[in-house]
């Protein structure tokens, strides 16, 4: 090599610039033809990764989403659909009795049959000749346009006292045998209608020998259950 032929200083310098450049391009040429596909894998690795970052903090946040407290009223209304009265009283009526003593029974059960209003009271004298008028079947009447299942509880017996000044008193029994819903009738299905429910009580009244001439009253309590 000639002295011409060699390069100078600054010569050099810019040959091996314009070399590395061309290697460089060569690398990238070669990168771009077989590298890019490790390039692109990472991209979307990476993207993946994001996504799954992402959808960790949208779980999160939903396990801490924001509360209110609401008022919500509360109401209710009650009325009392069913009374009970009693408007007719067990009346033995006027009793001419025998001096022997004797029994007076008003059978009350035919009332579960009857409309109200009806009452169904039937005497039946005892032994003796004692003779009764203007009694009636004692009335209980259930005010409820509800169809209900009725039943009585009678006491076993009730007193009524006279007042001839010697304060006597007079048994009644059998009370729940002559009279409608009790026990021996049976329960009293009464139908939904405006007029209500009249159940009749009955019972037997014993007048003993030698019973003084008095009126004779008094009450007595009875448990209506449905």
Do not use: C
């Not at 070669?30 to 996504?51: E, H, P």
């Not at 001839?164 to 939904?192: P, Q, R």
């Amino acid at each position: 090599m000639t002295a011409d032929n060699i390069p100078s200083g600054k010569n050099r310098e810019s040959s091996d610039r314009n070399n590395s450049s061309a290697a460089a391009s060569r690398r990238l040429r070669q990168n771009n033809a077989t590298g890019g596909i490790t390039m692109r894998k990472t991209w979307k690795s990476s993207a993946l990764l994001l996504g799954t970052a992402m959808l960790g903090a949208v779980a999160l946040s939903g396990t801490n989403a924001m509360a209110g407290d609401v008022t919500v009223d509360l109401e209710a209304v009650t009325q009392n659909n069913i009374a009970e009265s009693s408007p007719t009283s067990l009346n033995f009526g006027t009793v001419d009795m025998d001096p022997g003593g004797d029994e007076i029974t008003i059978d009350a059960l035919g009332g579960l049959l009857n409309s109200a209003g009806s009452n169904p009271a039937a005497i039946i004298n005892g032994t003796g000749h004692s003779a009764s008028s203007g009694f009636t079947a004692g009335v209980i009447h259930i005010a409820s346009a509800l169809a209900l299942d009725i039943s009585v509880t009678y006491p076993a017996t009730a007193t009524i006292i006279g007042n001839d000044g010697a304060s006597t008193v007079l048994t009644i029994s059998d009370i729940d045998k002559y009279s409608g819903a009790g026990t021996e009738s049976g329960v009293y299905h009464h139908t939904a209608v405006a007029t209500g429910a009249d159940i009749y009580v009955g019972g037997t009244l014993t007048i003993p020998a030698g019973t003084p001439a008095a009126t004779y009253t008094s009450t007595m309590n009875v448990t209506v259950n449905y």
